[in-house]
């Protein structure tokens, strides 16, 4: 995900972040350099003890306070309504169960709290869509996890949050990896 192509998406979601943030699959810290000065901290949840280490480091070039948390999206190790922002950047493909993922992030979020995410899926063609199918189970034995045709919407939707703002599109590449959504969601 160091992508160069992907630093676009993450210009225009990450800065949405305010106050006290969670980042989902929070990796080796990408995303870091994009929070603006609107967020007072940041609790980055990661399975990867290496990928932590590597958050660690990438931390030493912010000021903004981060705390670092070993676990899953299934079973965020969090209070109840106790974050501003959730940001989920390239995760939901590759976490076991999205949907369960999904309602304990609306679990952690304040009312009026946000769900911030960019992530690729379920295309809206039905072509593209059965090559999807035909090689998520590949794909997914491949890398990591990841699934290519999880629909994100419908997802986030089913786990009772109100979408209020939703892009969708291909970015240049192969159809079946490259469909997008990003946008912004509130608890229901």
Known sequence: MRQGRLAPYRRRIVPCATGRVLEIGIGSGLNLPFYGEGVKQIVGLDPSPKLLDMARAAARRTSIPLELLEGTAEAIPMEDRSMDTVVTTWSLCSI?????????????????????????????????????????????????????????????????????????????????????????????
């Open 96 to 188: 076991p169960l999205a949907q369960r993922a999904l309602e304990d992030m609306r679990r952690v979020l304040k009312p009026g709290g946000r769900l911030l995410f960019v992530e690729h899926g379920r295309a809206s063609e039905s072509r593209v869509q059965w090559w999807q199918d035909q090689l998520t189970p590949a794909w997914k034995h491949l890398s990591g996890g990841c699934h290519l045709n999880r629909a994100i919407s419908e997802l986030i939707q089913n786990a009772g949050f109100h979408i209020e703002h939703l892009e969708t599109g291909y970015m240049p590449g192969p159809k079946p990896m490259t469909f997008m959504y990003e946008g912004s969601a509130r608890p229901g």
